[in-house]
């Protein structure tokens, strides 16, 4: 988790679905706002988790904090750890026998 116990607990006392802009909600959980954009993009349904007023992303607080909970966290292991699992192999990663007809 992201916060302390202390904050936690502040975080979800606050008042529920009210939105406020993403930029804010993202300094509030310690992310960086391209973080949370991606959460956007990729997990959050338009009109549960976010809205959009004018030019302005609107997070829903209540709904947000609750799918960071539930979510979060098994979004988030690809920090670092896919970079093992990328590499790729070689063709000649297993060594080969060489078997030559020349005499």
């Not at 098994?74 to 297993?94: F, L, Q, V, W, Y």
């Amino acid at each position: 988790m992201f916060l302390n116990d202390e904050q936690f607990k502040e975080f979800m006392s606050a008042t529920f679905d009210i939105p406020m802009p993403r930029d804010e909600w993202a300094d509030m959980i310690g992310k960086p706002d391209s973080t949370v954009r991606g959460w956007q993009e990729k997990h959050w349904t338009y009109g549960d988790q976010y809205i959009v007023v004018g030019h302005q992303t609107m997070v829903i607080k209540g709904r947000a904090n609750k799918w960071l909970i539930n979510y979060g966290t098994s979004a988030n292991k690809t920090d670092g750890s896919e970079s093992e699992s990328n590499e790729r192999e070689s063709p000649t990663s297993t060594p080969l026998k060489v078997v030559s007809q020349i005499q």
